[in-house]
């Protein structure tokens, strides 16, 4: 099959998906109590006003009309307008997003570093030390709670070290950010030069990423090191031995062929991260998506909630059609 | 092996595997797959080795070239490849002679082989790693071996992927990944035996004639007994693990002497060209030795 | 691979119990797991004779007292004993993660039955079953974890709404599961046994492919449990789970951050080794229960046992 057809088949089931995700979201928010209207415009504004407001937000609508209007202004690239901030809910995401994918990129790009060389090493050498310290970490890392992990990481390398950046933001105060380009402070200070805003940028990222990748780091290991331990004693392995092959060789080989349910797994992990770093970004004042969306759903700032839903989607999304990208670069058998 | 016959053998076999055991050291006990086989092939020479399934052919073959999967291992006696024993090399010096000096034709090859890579990719590995060729040269050495196997367009068929081969032509691929090398001794395992029967006669020819043109002698493991009779010198049959007869050809099927050898034939000669049934009749030869009949011609005693 | 099965020792059939014993023996840090989660227990049932102060009452002479003689793991800001508040936690945990994993098992696993043997078939229930499976992949593309807030923060912060959002955003697990489960099981021949033998088709899922079925997703729920912990927490630390001053390990943790900057480590640090235990002990659970229910390596510990 040609790549192209299979990735338009893949985006037609993915539309379908998105209305339902739409859908749900849209449900959920209605039953989040209290009337937006009347959040918006303080508890000082008079019932005219309110039903003003509310006229103009569609709210005295039908339901299914305010599905439909909900979804024509989406397309359009217009999320609604968020009650706290004030902003339209699209240029608020456009702010924060970046800040966490730039967090949970740099996570799991060194959790796949760390894990996948640990993992192999541990396949190889069935019951020795690097086997049962990837079964130890797995048990480990799986069962800390990665918040709490952070403080920890606080206490130990800010409070008593000194070592660390404080845990209040993106950069130091007094560093103003760097010119935007792509909104992740590291490539646009790399982008235009500021290098203090770089050093910056690198020393508050620092222990967040290290949080997030001691725990992502886990479940990686695990994948890689019992793929990896099924391909070394699988048939073709035997084989190319058999055939006299080099054993680095082989081993590259079983790695190939073990890499997809690994690539599929961090795919997981990345769409799970966009919301699930939330904790992180919480306990480092990051001001990232999640954080932005868990304030909206505290408060219930509707608009905020439903817009970060639908983008979250969007990048797992993408990310998944990435990842079939990958398995179309490594596996023949689904090109031809 | 008995002193008569290595009186009457050449001083270099070509392979040499005496009182060889094997056993799988499993979860449910120790299955002693292999209970000292001793077998000789003569430089040039083919040997066929007939037995039903679970004789224990296949875990011989990967006992020789010292790849028995885990939880099994040799646990006694040789193999000697040209003089040198397998068992005693090290991983590196083995690595070198696999593929080089002696090659295995693997069955079911559409498992065996990589998925993942172009076949003309997996021959010029062998290529590169044996003949220490060029990335270039290398691919052209894999592309004249396809021709040589007689696949159809060899140049475009070699960026060709596994899953894409017939069964047929999966296993004339094997076979030129073993042969690409030139190697000394093939085993080849039962390596026709998933095909249809038309397309397994013209694999079978295409292998012995590309052996005898490359010279190689081989170890031919089969449940076919036909195929022994037309192309094999020597025959020797496995039974549970040890060698209950072993001769020439001739003598084999003139005057077969151990009773499980005569009612394989038997059987055989019901259905020539079929899979020997499998009479099994509890032969029980535990302690029992190894007697030279007629010149080169050895029977195990039957109790 | 042809290989003669000449000496083999027929293991005798291990009863469960004695399987059970038998893995704990070979397996010192399944045991551990046990041991764990059997302490976590006790320790929450009789908490209330156990600890040396109320968890929710506040002492405001002694704030933020470092562990001592009389507060062995210190005070929290408020002047609360940190020990009777982690005990006391393990309560209200331990019910939630409990109570919403029971929960998610009995509404994904019927349904996951329910879409696995109907999968494929025409008619009203062929429907349902796509129609579920359909409703499972826009849930998995969400953020399961906003989800979760999101639930809570509409239904209203109690515990009980956290294990409503537990077993909502869990479901989909064991639907899925389940109906794997159940689409390898219609194959076999004892449902079409029972099929001749006039039984319903919802019988046959209930009675006779739901038995055959439970393995996997008493592996899954166990190690849900320590899942279900670490989103309680989760959903507490950020302010949409149970409130303070109930004790909890994640509104602890919450509650002690601010003291951790400041050098006060106590408040946080106690109540995060709690979860890490709790989880821990759950998880090594759902490992020894995958060893004991897997065939071949069950045979394996049989054996070794000599």
């Known amino acids: 099959m040609k790549l192209s057809a299979y990735l338009g088949r893949r985006l037609v089931f993915v539309v379908p998906q998105l209305v339902g995700i739409t859908f749900i979201t849209f449900l959920l928010v209605q039953l989040i109590p209290g009337d937006p209207a009347r959040l918006m415009l303080g508890p000082l504004a008079s019932e005219q006003t309110i039903h003003l407001l509310r006229d103009h937000m569609g709210l005295n609508r039908s339901f299914p009309e305010q599905y439909g209007l909900y979804v024509w202004h989406a397309l359009q690239g217009d999320l609604g307008r968020s009650w706290q901030s004030g902003n339209p809910v699209a240029t608020d995401l456009r702010q924060r997003l970046p800040a966490t994918l730039e967090l949970i990129t740099y996570a799991l790009v060194l959790s796949v570093l760390i894990a996948i060389p640990l993992g192999v090493r541990a396949a190889r050498k069935p019951g020795k030390v690097s086997d049962r310290f990837a079964f130890g970490y797995g048990l480990v890392a799986g069962a800390l709670p990665e918040f709490w992990l952070g403080l920890i990481l606080i206490l130990i390398l800010y409070v008593k070290l000194g070592w660390a950046a404080a845990p209040d933001g993106r950069l130091d105060v007094g560093v103003d950010p760097p010119t935007r380009i792509t909104g992740a402070y590291t490539i646009d200070a790399l982008l235009t030069g500021n290098w203090a805003a770089l050093s910056s940028a690198y020393e508050h990222l620092a222990l967040p990423v290290a949080t997030l990748t001691i725990t992502t780091v886990g479940p990686i290991l695990k994948m890689t090191r019992s793929t990896m331990q099924q391909m070394l004693s699988s048939d073709f392995t035997r084989y190319a031995r058999l055939c006299g092959l080099p054993e680095g060789l082989i081993g590259r080989y079983a790695l190939r062929n073990a890499l997809p349910p690994v690539v599929t797994l961090v795919a997981v992990l990345y769409s799970f991260l966009i919301g699930g770093a939330v904790l992180v970004e919480v306990v480092f004042g990051w001001g990232g998506a999640g954080q932005y969306a868990v304030q909206g759903v505290l408060n219930a700032d509707f608009a905020v909630v439903q817009g970060f839903v639908l983008v979250a989607a969007v990048v797992s999304l993408i990310v998944y059609l990435i990842v079939d990208l990958i398995y179309f670069a490594i596996d023949p058998r689904l090109t031809r | ?303 | ?306």
């Open chain 3, 1 to 306: 691979m042809a290989t003669a099965v000449v000496e083999v020792a027929r293991p005798r059939r291990a009863g469960k119990l004695e399987l059970f014993l038998l893995v704990l023996r070979q397996r010192k840090l399944f045991a551990f797991g046990y041991l764990l989660i059997t302490a976590i227990v006790v320790l929450a049932l009789f908490a209330p004779l156990i600890v040396p102060y109320d968890p929710e009452t506040a002492d405001p002479a002694i704030t933020l007292a470092a562990p001592s003689g009389s507060h062995w793991l210190g005070t929290d800001i408020s002047g609360m004993d940190i020990l009777s508040r982690v005990i006391s936690s393990a309560r209200i945990d331990l019910l939630i993660a409990v109570l919403g994993t029971l929960f998610s098992v009995l509404v994904g696993g019927p349904l996951g039955l329910i879409a696995g043997y109907f999968s494929g078939t025409r008619g009203l229930w062929g429907w349902v079953s796509e129609g579920m499976m359909r409703v499972a992949d826009v849930l998995q593309a969400f953020p399961v974890f906003v989800l979760a807030i999101a639930l809570v923060a509409a239904l209203g912060q109690s515990a009980r709404n956290v294990i409503i959002a537990i077993a909502f955003v869990n479901a989909p697990i064991y639907l899925r599961l389940l109906r794997t489960q159940a689409l390898s099981l219609r194959e076999r021949r004892f449902v079409d046994a029972a099929r001749v033998a006039g039984n319903g088709e919802l019988r046959i899922v209930f009675r006779h492919i739901l038995p055959n079925a439970v393995a996997p997703a008493i592996i899954q729920a166990s190690v849900n449990m320590g899942w279900a912990v670490l989103l309680t927490a989760g959903l507490s630390f950020v302010g949409a789970g149970v409130r303070v001053p109930t004790p909890e390990w994640g509104s602890m943790i919450a509650v002690g951050a601010q003291n951790m900057i400041t050098g006060q480590w106590w408040p946080a640090l106690f109540p995060g080794i709690a979860i890490a235990v709790t989880v821990l002990g759950f998880a090594l659970i759902g490992d020894s229960l995958e060893l004991m229910l897997d065939p071949v390596r069950r045979r394996q510990i049989v054996r070794e046992r000599g």
């Open chain 2, 1 to 303: 092996m008995s002193a008569a016959e290595a009186a009457a053998a050449p001083a270099t076999a070509a392979l040499e595997v005496d009182d060889l055991h094997t056993c799988f050291f499993t979860a449910a006990g120790v299955v002693k797959a292999l209970n000292g086989v001793s077998l000789r092939v003569e430089p040039g020479r083919m040997l066929g080795l007939v037995g039903e399934s679970g004789a224990g052919k296949t875990t011989l073959a990967h006992s020789i070239m010292r790849v028995v999967p885990p939880p099994g291992r040799v646990v006694r006696g040789s193999t000697v490849l040209f003089g040198r024993d397998l068992q005693k090399l090290s991983e590196d010096e083995l690595r070198n002679l696999r593929g080089k000096e002696i090659a295995m034709i693997v069955p079911n090859p559409r498992a065996e082989l990589n998925p993942l890579l172009s076949i003309g990719e997996q021959l010029a590995n062998v290529a590169r790693a044996h003949l220490r060729l060029e990335k270039r040269a290398a691919r052209e050495r894999a592309v004249e071996m396809l021709a040589q196997v007689k696949i159809p367009d060899p140049k475009r068929r070699a960026d060709a992927y596994p899953h894409e081969l017939s069964g047929g032509m999966a296993q004339r691929v094997v076979i030129a990944m073993a042969l690409i090398a030139e190697p000394r001794v093939t085993i080849s395992d039962d390596a026709t035996s998933g095909l249809d029967v038309t397309v397994q006669a013209q694999v079978l020819d295409l292998t012995l004639s590309l052996l005898r043109d490359h010279g190689s002698a081989s170890l031919m493991i089969t449940r076919d007994l036909g195929i022994v009779a037309n192309y094999c010198d020597h025959v020797a049959v496995l039974y549970r693990g040890r060698v209950l007869e072993s001769a020439d050809v001739r003598s084999f099927f003139a005057s077969p002497r151990h009773p499980y050898s005569i009612e394989l034939l038997s059987a055989f000669s019901y259905e020539p060209r079929g899979e020997a049934a499998a009479p099994s009749l509890p032969y029980d030869a535990e302690e029992l030795e190894m007697r030279e009949v007629a010149p080169g011609h050895l029977v195990r005693d039957v109790a």
